[in-house]
C-alpha cells in the first residue's frame, strides 16, 4: 500500500446499482483520484436479482467516460479487499437513520480489521434518497417500468 493517491472502495451489493449509487460516486470524484466500485457477494443476500457480471458491465457502461472509475466484484472482507487494493477510504451513502445505524457499526468493524482505513460518508441528494435497490427489484419483478431510477439501459 504505497501509493500516495487518494483510492477508495465503494462496495456494495449493487442489486440493481442505481441513480442514487451513481450519485454518490460522482460527487465522491471531488474527494478522491480514484474510485473503485466493487459488488460484493459474500454477505447474507447471497441470491441476487441480477447477475453480477451483467451488473458489472452496465456499471461500467455507465462509467465509461472516467478512466479514474473501475468496476470489480469480491467476495472477501471489505476491509481485506480495500488493503489488498491500495484503498485507504470506504466510500459509503447516508439516506436516513436505519442507513447511519449500520453503516456506524460496519466502520468501527472495519476500522479495527484495517486501522488506516478511513469511512466516508456522503449524505444522500434528497431527490434520490428514496430510491433503493430493493424497491426497484419489487417494481421490476412485477413488470413495471424502472429506467428512470436506473442510469443505464436494461436489455
Ligand atoms: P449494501 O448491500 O452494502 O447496503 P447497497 O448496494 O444497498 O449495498 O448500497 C451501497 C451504498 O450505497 C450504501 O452505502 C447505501 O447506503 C448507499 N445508497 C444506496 N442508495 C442510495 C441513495 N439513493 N442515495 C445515497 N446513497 C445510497
Known amino acids: 500500500m504505497s501509493t500516495s493517491k487518494r483510492i477508495a472502495l ?6 440493481p446499482f442505481t441513480r442514487g449509487h451513481e450519485d454518490i460516486v460522482l460527487r465522491g470524484l471531488q474527494l478522491f483520484d480514484e474510485i473503485i466500485v466493487a459488488i460484493g457477494y459474500n454477505s447474507q443476500k447471497s441470491t441476487r436479482y441480477f447477475d453480477i457480471n451483467t451488473m458489472s458491465d452496465y456499471i461500467r457502461q455507465t462509467f465509461a467516460s472516467y478512466p479514474n472509475i473501475s468496476v470489480v466484484t469480491f467476495s472477501e472482507l ?3 479487499f480495500a488493503r489488498r487494493n491500495g484503498a485507504r ?10 442507513d447511519f445505524e449500520y453503516e456506524n457499526s460496519i466502520s468501527q468493524i472495519n476500522k479495527k480489521l484495517f486501522e488506516e482505513l478511513e469511512s466516508v460518508f456522503l449524505i444522500t441528494t ?8 430493493s424497491i426497484i427489484r419489487e417494481v421490476h419483478r ?3 417500468d424502472v429506467s428512470e431510477f436506473l442510469p443505464y439501459r436494461l436489455k
Open 10 to 15: 465503494f462496495p456494495g451489493s449493487f442489486d
Open 78 to 80: 471489505t476491509a481485506e
Open 89 to 98: 477510504f470506504l466510500l459509503r451513502g447516508l439516506r436516513n437513520t436505519t
Open 142 to 144: 412485477y413488470g413495471g
Open 126 to 133: 434528497p431527490q434520490l434518497a428514496w430510491i433503493s435497490s
